[in-house]
Nanobody
Framework: QVQLVESGGGLVQAGDSLRLSCVAS????????LGWFRQAPGKEREFVAA???????IYTDSVKGRFTISRDNDKSAVYLQMDSLKPEDTATYYC?????????????????WGRGTQVTVSS
């Protein structure tokens, strides 16, 4: 059983940066894929970014060039560096773990989830 704990959310202004962190425990970390999703009030959870065991990455179009996902296997951690934040980035951000070797942009492909961290971007 994998446990995921996110941190790093907060209230910022448009154009600012935040770095989200997620630490995993309970399972070997380095061989699996990790991802970030987000959910705004009244909306469905949406894919943000994912990183595979070989550090290959994918992003949703709306964050390309602004967000960067990375991982530190020694620390069992995955990060989401968010730059040039926009009000539409406001959401609860969730870390996710997948036992698949390949990376996907679909929530159903992920097997464990954190409880989320709130990001609010004011205009």
């Amino acid at each position: 059983q994998v446990q995921l704990v996110e941190s790093g959310g907060g209230l910022v202004q448009a154009g600012d940066s935040l770095r989200l962190s997620c630490v995993a425990s309970g399972r070997t970390f380095s061989q699996y894929a990790l991802g970030w999703f987000r959910q705004a009030p009244g909306k469905e959870r949406e894919f943000v970014a994912a990183i595979g065991w070989s550090r290959n990455t994918i992003y949703t179009d709306s964050v390309k060039g602004r967000f960067t996902i990375s991982r530190d296997n020694d620390k069992s951690a995955v990060y989401l560096q968010m730059d040039s934040l926009k009000p539409e980035d406001t959401a609860t951000y969730y870390c996710a773990f997948s036992i698949n070797a390949h990376i996907y942009d679909t929530a159903s492909r992920f097997d464990a989830w954190g409880r989320g961290t709130q990001v609010t971007v004011s205009s």
